[in-house]
DNA sequence: CTTTGTGCAAACGATTTGCAGGATG
DNA sequence: CATCCTGCAAATCGTTTGCACAAAG
């Protein structure tokens, strides 16, 4: 999942964004982690070491890369958005106990036929979620 | 789904709540509709003809059912809440269009097995959201 | 009567916005 | 050099809380 720098910057390019430090920080933040963070949590992540991004810019970015589709935004914890930035087709798994989301890969489950809705309904993805509770808990 | 007044009254005596006009609107307004209301929405309905509630209450006597189980939270839309008196399994069809919720039939699919989920994970339940149109969009 | 619920207004936390400077393509 | 981005602070929106009063079992 990790990526050179030039490939982010490429990706970042090719959506039509221009590249700042800050937006490049974001992406390549959410890149290199396999958790599901809050805005908040990439802003803290981010000014660890010395300030680099303020919080506006933290959620403009995310709403920009939602917004070309590099970033997807997960629903799972009351109150806030967490954000994914692995875009291909693929389940959560939810931790009741600690908030941890997981990512479910895609063939883990059988194809779900989507036929048999009502009538009048147009389909056009669907995901599973899966809740319970992980290792740690 | 609608049910007596008898029943509403019984079934919140059931679960230790006190029944008082504005907890008793709540959950029958909730059991009364089929889509997925916000507080808010249940706030304004309620207060439609005169006013019978504040919104604090309404908002804490959301909270008690969802703390019974009589209701259950439902987390697709950004920012808000909405609630389902609905608490069989089952899964939700979320219009991205005019973002309606609406319930699936739990037996709409075959069961998942969740068996082939990494170990470490204990998983509880799971449920499908399927995302698309529906027929007024 | 004791406990729990209600209503108001103020407090809160996550996210957005307006606007003046700055950096990018 | 025109456009888009950043940062700050103030604004907004959903939800929660503190507290005095009222009602339920």
Same mark, same amino acid.
């Given at each position: 999942?990790?990526?050179?720098?030039?490939?982010?910057?490429?990706?970042?390019?090719?959506?039509?964004?221009?590249?700042?430090?800050?937006?490049?920080?974001?992406?390549?933040?959410?890149?290199?982690?396999?958790?599901?963070?809050?805005?908040?949590?990439?802003?803290?992540?981010?000014?660890?070491?010395?300030?680099?991004?303020?919080?506006?810019?933290?959620?403009?970015?995310?709403?920009?890369?939602?917004?070309?589709?590099l970033v997807r935004e997960v629903l799972l914890e009351e109150g806030v958005s967490r954000y994914d930035a692995n875009v291909e087709k693929h389940h959560h798994f939810y931790c009741r106990?600690?908030?941890?989301?997981?990512?479910?890969?895609?063939?883990?489950?059988?194809?779900?036929?989507?036929?048999?809705?009502?009538?009048?309904?147009?389909?056009?993805?669907?995901?599973?979620?899966?809740?319970?509770? +992980?290792? +740690? +808990?």
């Amino acid at each position: 999942m990790t990526q050179s720098v030039d490939t982010i910057i490429k990706t970042l390019r090719s959506k039509g964004l221009k590249v700042t430090p800050q937006r490049f920080a974001v992406y390549a933040n959410l890149l290199s982690r396999q958790d599901h963070p809050t805005a908040e949590q990439i802003l803290q992540d981010l000014n660890k070491q010395a300030p680099t991004s303020s919080q506006a810019t933290v959620y403009s970015a995310l709403q920009a890369l939602r917004d070309v589709g590099l970033v997807r935004e997960v629903l799972l914890e009351e109150g806030v958005s967490r954000y994914d930035a692995n875009v291909e087709k693929h389940h959560h798994f939810y931790c009741r106990q600690c908030n941890a989301i997981e990512d479910i890969p895609w063939e883990t489950f059988p194809d779900i036929s989507l036929d048999h809705l009502r009538p009048g309904l147009k389909a056009q993805t669907y995901e599973v979620t899966v809740y319970g509770t +992980c290792d +740690c +808990c």
